[in-house]
């Protein structure tokens, strides 16, 4: 489809796109395999399940990165850097992962150097003292071949659900003073406010090169703080931050650019959006792919390079009529690399089990994840909960041993494996 460059071409987008018909394919060269010594075929396992080889552990090309294969490590919350500042054991846990062959590592949600960042005292923090310790992890991490990227994250209203949050005297910000429906929590964050977190996101942005990062992800996503402003819900501002759904992506566009703007044309962006929100699953932000069109375009044109498509279960079409996920309709409508995430590798939605008292969820097989990869629904594969409970996922499944892949226990989010 065509670019769309401003508001009004993105509005314009709604009544006139036409869903295509076709998908690119992806298509992988048999010498991009020699990376692992292989050529393709499934792995087997007994007692354990298939998986082919030939896309999801080929090395690719990605927004300029030169990657091993296409697992990437999803960005999980762990709250184990005392003080913000992350320690030994948070190193060897991303070195751990690196190490047992996952292509690229995105970091937990780390805090933007705003006062009301975050709502925790051991969430890292990406400025300050913290940011000799990323030097160290980064130069771990590549080290072990896989791409380092950590992600700026800010968690707007939702710090007012804490009752003593680090730097507990400063305000909580958010679009509307509303953290989501009906429960008002402060004033709304001013323009002056607004302009500050737009440079302490570029700030964060320089510091990732500064440290020897592979790239930058924006958290935009889970109904924290830039996703506060894509939810009518939460931004019910009558300035040019809030209005229609376009007007409502204006602070998303600023940040990338200003994030673009302190990196530079080469320094790979990645932004995580999603439809559901921590506070309800139910939430969708665009109803049809033409409003999809209309939300991603501009998102592009302000600098993203990849998209971090978040869902609850990979494997769930995002519209009628049409099996792509939500990933999939990024990349069809955009023409850039996307990344899908939900419950990859396991048999149960983690939150949802965690909710009904289910105490293990156990691997499952890939073969809804195989033929979508295969399909070139998407380029990237991000493996969560998986991960973080068995930190050798990849050379398991890629070897063949995925009788011995460990599952998702409740313990699991209490010690870095």
């Known amino acids: 489809m065509a670019s769309i460059n401003h508001v009004g071409d993105a509005r314009g987008a709604i009544a006139n796109f036409d869903a295509p018909d076709r998908r690119p394919r992806l298509v992988v060269a048999k010498t991009q395999l020699k990376a692992w010594g292989e050529t393709p075929r499934p792995v087997h396992a007994p007692g354990g399940f298939a998986v082919s080889t030939s ?7 990605v927004a300029g990165l030169a990657l091993r294969n296409r697992v990437v490590m999803s960005p999980m919350t762990r709250r184990f850097s005392p003080g913000g500042v992350p320690n030994q054991a948070v190193a060897d846990y991303y070195r751990r992962r690196a190490e047992a062959g996952v292509g690229v590592i995105i970091t937990e949600g780390v805090a933007i150097n705003h006062p009301a960042a975050v709502d925790h005292a051991d969430i890292p923090n990406f400025h300050g003292p913290a940011l000799n310790q990323w030097k160290t992890i980064a130069a771990s991490v590549t080290s072990a071949g896989a791409a380092f990227i950590p992600q700026l994250w800010h968690i707007g209203g939702h710090r007012s659900l804490t009752a003593n949050p680090p730097n507990a005297s400063a305000p909580s910000i958010s679009p509307s003073g509303v953290y989501e429906p009906g429960k008002p929590f402060g004033a709304p964050a001013t323009e002056a ?60 566009i600023e940040v990338i650019k200003a994030c673009r703007s302190a990196v530079g044309p080469n320094f790979p962006i990645f932004f995580r959006y999603s439809q559901f929100k921590q506070v309800d699953y139910t939430a969708r932000l665009c109803q049809s792919p033409q409003e999809l069109a209309a939300f991603v375009q501009p998102l592009v044109d302000a600098g993203v390079d990849v998209f971090d498509c978040s869902q609850r279960r990979f494997w769930e079409p995002e519209f009628e009529g049409s099996p792509l996920n939500l990933a999939g309709w990024t990349k069809t409508l955009t023409g850039k690399p996307t990344m899908t995430v939900g419950s990859v590798g396991l048999d149960g939605d983690v939150v949802a089990s965690l909710r009904e008292g289910v105490d293990v969820i156990h691997a499952s097989s890939l073969d809804k994840l195989d033929v979508m990869l295969e399909r070139g629904d998407f380029d990237l594969v991000g493996v969560g909960r998986a991960l973080l409970a068995d930190p050798r996922w990849v050379e398991k499944v890629r070897d063949g041993e995925s009788d011995k892949l460990v599952g998702f226990t409740r313990s699991a989010l209490e010690t870095l494996v």
Request: no cysteine.
């Open 55 to 61: 896309t999801l552990f080929a090395p690719t090309t």
């Open 193 to 252: 406010e607004i302009e500050t977190v737009i440079e302490t996101y570029a700030q964060g942005a320089r510091d990732a090169v500064a440290i020897g990062a592979s790239g930058v992800e924006i958290h935009g996503a889970h109904g924290y703080l830039i996703d506060q402003f894509f939810w009518s819900a939460t931004n019910q501002r009558g300035d040019r931050y809030g209005g229609d759904m376009i007007e409502r992506l204006r602070f998303a």
